[in-house]
């Protein structure tokens, strides 16, 4: 076994990569912990029943399972309340998984309102599953109603503080959401807790408590399947420190636990492009987009073949991330984010600020600032850009985390506004923090900052 006492606490995610596979199996290499003290695996939908009432990931395999005995189970047992509920929770997981939200999600919120009807009072149970949904939707408002609903049915029902903490976070309610994770962790440990802490960390600026945080989960995690989920989430987060092998080894690990597990895939062929290893890149990204043609996964693929020059397989991208955008809304999902983003750097950046205010005006998360302040700034309104560029990445909005993208875009606002000595330094921060962040803007920082005659130091050439 390998020895990990004298690994400080916050690197032990880059650890767990070099140590989970042994033997075809699974080993953890944490004090105590070893294949003769696990306990014995429950069956696949008994499982994934567990996981998904819990918020934790599943595998589609055993979600299929259990979706199968769950239906199987109302079909019988109609004013069955719990077993409705767990079906749309079961729906939720597989929509979320897949390419299937637009079917899903619908078939979701059926079977969570039919739990509802069928014991309208105290049934927090459901009322989480809606919470859930409508994040998953990006329907913030309506899962803060939802979940505090949960709340009120039953206040020591430490699921719904997850759901709050990601509607808090939506709306920009950063404050909120703190005290949200500290009513969570006061009632439940655990993977999914600590996952959930690790979230509300990065956006405080805490990076290193981060990553020892989904450490801890994926050491903890009950299935391969949720110990694949929390690796991804540490391998985005090396991903955002510019850690171009680091988040390579996490996204490959969580793959190979979970071949299913498509944002690992989409997360390999970021890490391998800013490598230098294109072919392996591409190849990751069709993997992903052909099980899952997620948008983000599409405008992200799109945007390499720009930066590669191979303009007509970009727009078959660009195409993908419309139709898709118009298959998720079918579902409930809210789109107009990365469609905000989509239109503001390859469409009509003036729609694109339409879209962004309306969005804006309805759930004001630091997210939706980046993106409304950059599409102005592309549709030449750079002052009133200024102030949303600012709300993304200051302390007092909630702003605490060091995004290269974010950092980038107040830059370029602050260069065109005259403001070169705040240009310069945000440039720098951005190129320090992730100089491989974006194939397209990131020679455009590049050269704004040799041109404000700040001269970063190189990025590490590819392998």
Known sequence: MVKVSGIRRRLLVGSLVGCLALGGGVLLCLPGDGPAGRAPVAAPGAQAGSAVRAGAPAALADLAELVGERESRVRAQPKDARSWAVLGAAYLEQGRRTAGAAALYPKAERALRTSLRTRPKNNAEALDGLAALANARRDFPAALAWGEAARKAAPRRWTTYAQLIDAYTGLGDYKKARRALDRLTALHSGPVVRARAAGVYWD????????????????????????????????????????????????????????????????????????????????????????????????????????????????????????????????????????????????????????????????????????????????????????????????????????????????????????????????????????????????????????????????????
């Open 204 to 463: 405080q600026g805490r990076r290193e408590d981060a990553q020892a945080a989904l450490a801890d989960a994926a050491a903890g995690a009950s299935s391969p399947a949720e110990q694949a989920a929390w690796l991804e989430r540490g391998g985005e987060l090396a991903w955002e420190r510019g850690e171009r092998e680091n988040a390579l080894r996490h996204f490959q690990e969580a793959v190979r636990l979970d071949p299913d597990m498509r944002a690992a895939q989409a997360g390999q062929g970021r890490a391998l492009a800013a490598l230098g290893r294109t072919s392996e890149a591409l190849n990751a990204y069709r993997m992903a987009l052909a099980k899952q043609p997620s948008p983000g996964y599409a405008l992200e693929l799109g945007e390499l073949y720009e930066s590669l020059g191979l303009a007509q397989a970009a727009r078959v991208q660009y195409d993908l991330l419309r139709a898709r955008v118009r298959a998720e809304a079918a579902g409930g999902v809210d789109g107009e984010l990365v469609l905000g983003r989509f239109e503001a750097d390859h469409g009509d950046a003036a729609a694109a600020v339409r879209r962004l205010r309306a969005e804006w005006r309805r759930q004001p998360g630091i997210a939706v600032a980046d993106a409304l302040g950059w599409a102005l700034h592309r549709a030449g309104q750079d002052r009133e850009a200024l102030v949303f560029a600012r709300t993304a990445t200051d302390r007092v909005h909630g702003g605490a985390v060091r995004s290269a993208p974010y950092l980038c875009h107040l830059a370029l606002v602050e260069r065109s506004l005259g403001a070169e000595g705040p240009a310069r330094r945000h440039l720098r921060e951005a190129l320090e923090t992730n100089p491989y962040f974006s194939p397209l803007l990131g020679p455009v920082a590049r050269a704004a900052a040799a041109e404000l005659g700040d001269e970063p130091a190189p990025a590490d050439p590819p392998s």
